[in-house]
RNA sequence: GCCGCGGUGGCGGAACUGGUAUACGCGCAGGACUUAAAAUCCUGUGUCCGCAAGGGCUUGUGGGUUCGACUCCCACCCGCGGCACCA
């Protein structure tokens, strides 16, 4: 009775001396033949290894070992993602800190990794979470900082209220959070983003694509990620109507104002004010306003004489505008107003009169003035743009009220009683340039579109601004004004699953106001629609019922005019088409049905939105131009009046970077008063993450490192004074999106990696993992990637030869369904834990079944009975191996027996070297089975008593599943006498002659269908072959008489046709 | 809706560049060993007709190209993944 295969014995052995003699330490000099392969390295979690991890990791580690046979230097690493919510969450939950369960999860999933047998380099693990790593990913946002691509910004973001925290826009998966699954909202704090959008960057993302050895639908789910779309921007001038102010303290600036708008006036890409568009107001130096002015400034500045000149914040309180001596001494409640500066006191102002208003019930009225503009009695213009919504929001905590009462521009003249305190006003030009601008955008606001169809522009017959468009409140007529403010109320309050969700019904209201067609100087009206997004290129369009669907929808909704400007090509019935559109430009979609398009656009669906190319109609003198052809034509045109360029937008939008969490990388910034944003410097990193109890999120917005007051108070590192630690901490994708140079040079506490190292082992040759990471790891890190090639972390002469993608070729291994089929859940009971897999069959077994599973790629069920089935052919393998090792013992001159033997093995070499370095490991698993199978069962016979191959013979095999079941092939190996390990053993060759047979196989056909087989030649030619063939009766009963046709394929087949 | 991937025995899957469809594994059936069972080994196994020899049919469906189609083309159906009013 033979030794019995003992899985656990061999591979604790193995495991353990690969371990002890660092037999997969990476050398120290790798060539330029080096070979670096990398696996996405996993998040360590409390449930441990999925059975997932193994099949990529298993993938890696057989072309690991594969290249190192093969002769290569080989980078094979392993590390720990180790920051991220799940680990706070679960601490949380548990009370037990996020350091502790993180280490204690590496711990048991190192374990759990080691007990595969995988060819790691250890001694270059990295932890993200260690300070020692995470001072560099500190290093590299400040790099970020300094290089202008990391920026705080008060936009509203994607919110998790379960996680509670802001998240990126890769995180959100149809509306709800990638993590956890709950309804994303909108929520407007604070955030750092990295400008991944940067022009410097954006096209390298995306045509970087281009180059790589990736699957393609993960660079299309990258490349439409990124969405870059090709067009045209145009500027539709909103026709003017009464609605400016203007005050001054002297009469005679009315006439300089006047001029001003006359100069403004003669732009060319404005409508001239007429006198009725503009009210001046003369106020006199004693402050009484002059009469014929008086009702109409009334209305707007209240009763009192001069208030809003002298209150030069332009504050305006409940209605009315309050005397600012007044409201500064009750607000400040007896502090001292020099010693505050002056956004202080207006926030003291709001606060105050916030808490009145919500005594009496009543809400507060209060706002800045939009444009400020000052003039000094020398003539210098002042010019600052109040950024009320900031101030208001940061102030109050909440979203600015919507209801903003009115835009006015506002021009405070300064006399030599009231000199002008210079700090308080930013000197944008001395010139009238600015004062000029902001008047224009106030008088003739310009709406600027994107659009993909400039052809179409002769079709737009309105336009429509997202609900959010800063230009909605000035633009709105008083009419109109309720309506659009309470439509903007409730696309305020839905979450963006909401404005989904509703997709097909789309919702608008008119604003009253009109705009002018450039092309052809059609008034067209404007709306406000939430179906278009205030994020996606100008956050307005030009609607183009006619040719497009959405707008068709809309436009059918609410009876707006449709004006057919290109005529399908394909249409047949052109005279058809000229009788409703040519005399009739412009319909109804009343009419539109009426005139049965579902006919001319040969039944479409949405037949009255045709989207296609063709010729031009209903567009002026460029009738009959090619769609394609014109819409070169038109943007050129626009180009040449100043109206419109081209211009190419993406959807893709900036990073946000900051969690309201606490276990992730602190972002070294600190807040100062006087400085601002401060970087934290280089020699203080890292900033390390304050060791303490309370880590719950808040859910305000503010992180829970925000409660930490001896932590978040600090000097500030410029002036010395007192400044406020950044208390957001980075995302979990901060980490994982460096991680690979670090591998390169794991210790080094000088720098992030040694250059030298860097381009010893850079770029990576083969990265395997997930791909769910299509859209997140991968974009991010080939993002950082680019960027520390841009300022020469990564040596520029390094990227100038090998360019500036991080990962020449990837791989995403299948996801591993439960045996039910479904995708494993706890829920479910179907997971399979690798721990209890490698127990009962042993890591070997585990590795090939993974492998033999199916393609690397695709979806799979798990199968215990496949697993066995595994077992089974490993035990035979080992039970054979143990019988051809006594045998060589006493045959040491062993031939082998059969022919046929010799060339099976070098078919066997063939076909797993190649499919190794195709990934088809699936197929490499079965060629080794039927080896197998053919040396050891021979004409029904097994192989007991003798053996049908040579000793190098059964070398080549144990070295072929060397790389597949590591443990078994090295201890066979050493039972056959080899001291040193089978791991750098030269992998075999291949003799392609010896590979071809000398007898091959040629199908006969009689009319394609097979009708026989005969032995020949693999150089037969077409009279053997067929002389043979007819010798065959089979054959010859299908060809009684002269064949029409041969079809003869050398080596393969002969087909008669009759 | 759009984009991508896929659809082959009872199951996981294989098939070069258009050339024997169903390799390999699982399962199942029969046999050997055994007092018996398990394990192991051997044989068979797409499907229909037939005692057999043999023949028909078969790669989601329907067409087409070809001497010959899982493979190429057209239309459709189904499944999976991604995006989702992106102007």
């Keep these: 009775m033979r030794e019995k295969y003992n899985h656990a014995k061999i591979e604790r052995k193995w495991q353990r001396r690969w371990n002890e003699e660092k037999l997969f330490a990476a050398p120290g000099a790798a060539g330029p033949d080096k070979r670096y392969v990398l696996d996405m390295f996993p998040y360590p979690s409390a449930q441990g290894l999925h059975v997932g991890h193994p ?41 037990t800190h996020p350091a502790v369960t993180t280490a204690k999860n590496i711990r048991n999933m190192r374990k759990q990794i080691k007990s595969l047998g995988f060819s790691y380099d250890w001694d270059r693990e990295v932890i993200t979470s260690d300070p020692s ?10 790099q970020l900082f300094k290089h202008g691509l990391a920026y705080e910004s008060y936009a509203p973001i994607n919110w998790c209220p379960s996680c509670k925290t802001g998240l990126a826009n890769e995180e959100v998966v149809a509306g709800t959070c990638e993590r956890c699954g709950t309804e994303v909202t909108k929520k407007s704090i604070k955030q750092w983003l990295v400008k991944i ?32 779309s090709e067009g045209a921007e145009v500027d539709f001038s909103v026709a003017p109507h009464p609605r400016v102010l203007a005050a001054t303290t002297n009469p005679s600036k009315v006439v300089r104002f006047k001029k001003l708008l006359a100069s ?24 009484n306003l002059r009469e014929n002015a008086e009702a109409k400034a009334r209305a707007y500045f209240g009763k009192t004489k001069l208030p809003v000149l002298a209150v030069d914040t332009g504050l305006y309180i409940d209605g009315e505008t309050h005397d600012p001596a007044m409201v500064r001494r009750t607000a400040l409640g007896g502090k001292d107003e020099s010693q505050l500066s002056r956004k202080q006191i207006m926030e003291h102002i709001i606060r105050h009169y916030s808490s009145v208003a919500k005594k009496h019930g009543g809400k507060v009225n209060a706002y800045w003035i939009d444009c400020f503009a000052l003039v000094t009695p020398d003539g210098t213009v002042r010019f600052a743009e109040a950024r009320r919504d900031i101030i208001l929001t940061d102030t109050l905590h909440k979203p600015v009220d919507p209801h903003f009462p009115m835009r006015s521009l506002y021009i405070n003249v300064a006399t030599n009683k009231r000199p002008v305190d210079e700090t308080e006003h930013e000197e944008v030009n001395i010139e009238l340039k600015p004062v000029k601008d902001a008047l224009s955008k106030l008088l003739c606001p310009v709406i600027r579109v994107f659009t993909t169809r400039p052809d179409t522009l002769f079709g ?9 468009h800063e230009l909605v409140g000035s633009i709105t ?4 004004k309720q309506a659009v403010e309470k439509y903007q109320t409730s696309a305020a309050k839905k979450s963006d699953l909401d404005r989904t969700d509703l997709a097909k019904e789309k919702t608008g209201v008119f604003t009253g106001a009109y705009a002018i067609n450039p092309v052809n100087g059609a008034k067209i009206p404007i ?10 290129g100008t956050g307005a369009i030009m609607a183009v019922p006619a040719h497009d669907e959405r707008d068709a929808f809309f436009a059918e909704k609410y009876h707006l005019k449709f004006r057919h400007v290109i005529l399908p090509k394909t249409y047949s019935q052109t005279q058809h088409y000229w009788e409703i559109f040519a005399h009739d430009a412009e319909i109804t979609t009343q009419e539109a049905f009426r005139y049965d398009y579902q006919q001319i656009c040969e039944g479409k669906e949405v037949p009255f939105a045709y989207t296609g190319e063709g010729t031009m109609i209903n567009s002026g003198k460029y009738d009959g131009m090619d769609s394609v052809e014109f819409k070169k034509v038109i943007t050129a045109w626009l180009q040449r009046q100043g109206k419109g360029k081209t211009a190419v937008n993406y959807k893709l939008r900036d990073w946000v970077f900051s969690r309201q969490r606490y276990w992730g990388e602190p972002i070294p910034i600190v807040h100062c008063e006087k400085c601002g944003h401060v970087a934290v410097p280089e020699k203080h990193l890292p900033v390390k993450l304050p060791n303490v109890k309370k880590y719950k999120p808040t859910g305000t917005g503010e992180s829970p490192l925000a409660a930490i007051a001896t932590w978040v108070n600090v000097k500030c590192p410029q002036c010395g004074g007192p400044a406020k630690r950044e208390t957001n901490t980075m995302p979990q994708w901060a980490g994982s999106n460096w991680y690979w140079l670090r591998y390169c040079d794991p210790h080094n506490d000088k720098k992030l990696a040694d250059p030298e190292k860097l381009k010893q082992w850079l770029p990576v040759d083969l990265y395997i993992g997930g791909a769910e990471h299509a859209v997140l790891h991968l974009l991010y890190a080939r993002f950082i990637y680019k960027f520390l090639c841009d300022i020469e972390v990564i040596p520029k002469e390094f990227v100038k030869k090998n360019g500036d993608e991080p990962f020449i070729k990837l791989k995403n291994q299948g996801l591993i369904l439960g045996e039910d089929g479904q995708k494993m859940s706890k829920s479910r009971g179907n997971v399979v834990n690798p721990d209890d897999v490698i127990k009962k069959f ?5 590795r090939m079944y993974e492998m033999f599973m199916g393609p690397f790629e695709d979806v799979k069920p798990w199968n215990t009975k496949g697993l066995i089935g595994m077992t089974r052919f490993l035990d035979r393998v080992w039970e054979w191996s143990l019988f051809l090792i006594e045998w060589y013992k006493d045959n040491p001159q062993a031939k082998n027996l059969h022919h046929g033997i010799v060339r099976q093995l070098h078919i066997t070499i063939k076909k797993i070297s190649e499919d190794i370095e195709n990934f088809k490991f699936n197929t490499a698993i079965a060629q080794l089975m039927t080896y197998i199978k053919k040396v050891i069962v021979v004409n029904g016979q097994s192989y007991e008593g003798q053996s049908l191959l040579k000793r190098e013979e059964f070398e080549i095999f144990l070295k072929l599943m060397s790389p597949f079941a590591p443990h078994i092939a090295e201890e066979l190996w050493e039972r056959l006498g080899h001291q040193k390990s089978i791991m750098y053993e030269q992998w075999p060759l291949y003799d392609e002659a010896k590979v071809q047979d000398e007898q091959v196989k040629f199908v006969v056909q009689v009319n394609g269908k097979v009708r026989d087989i005969v032995i020949a030649r693999p150089d037969a030619t077409v009279d053997q072959v067929r002389a043979l063939a007819l010798k065959s009766p089979k054959v010859r009963k299908y060809v009684a008489t002269e064949p029409k046709k041969v079809v003869f394929v050398p080596g393969r087949l002969i087909n008669f046709v009759v």
Excluded: C
Aim: glycine share 8%; charged share 25%.
């Design 55 to 95: 099949e990529g990791y298993t993938a890696s580690d057989i072309v690991s070992r594969y290249f190192r046979m093969k002769g290569f230097p080989v980078l094979h690493p392993m590390g720990f993602d180790s920051f991220g919510l799940p680990a706070e969450n679960y601490a949380i939950k548990t009370g």
């Design 460 to 468: 737009a017959t309105y336009m429509v601004l997202s609900p959010e």
């Design 264 to 287: 403004i006036g003669t732009a060319p890409d404005l409508v001239t004010p007429a006198d009725e568009h503009i009210k001046t107001i003369e106020v006199h130096e004693d402050g």
């Design 842 to 846: 042993g890591a070997d077994a585990m």
């Design 197 to 228: 959008t940067d022009e410097r960057y954006i096209e390298r993302l995306l045509h970087g694509l281009d180059k790589l050895d990736w699957p393609e639908n993960i660079k299309l789910l990258q490349k439409n990620w990124i969405g870059r």
């Design 133 to 142: 790593y995470y001072q560099w990913t500190q290093w590299i946002f400040l």
């Design 477 to 480: 007529t008083p009419d109109q």
């Design 527 to 536: 709306w406000i629609a939430d179906y278009v997004l205030r994020s996606y």
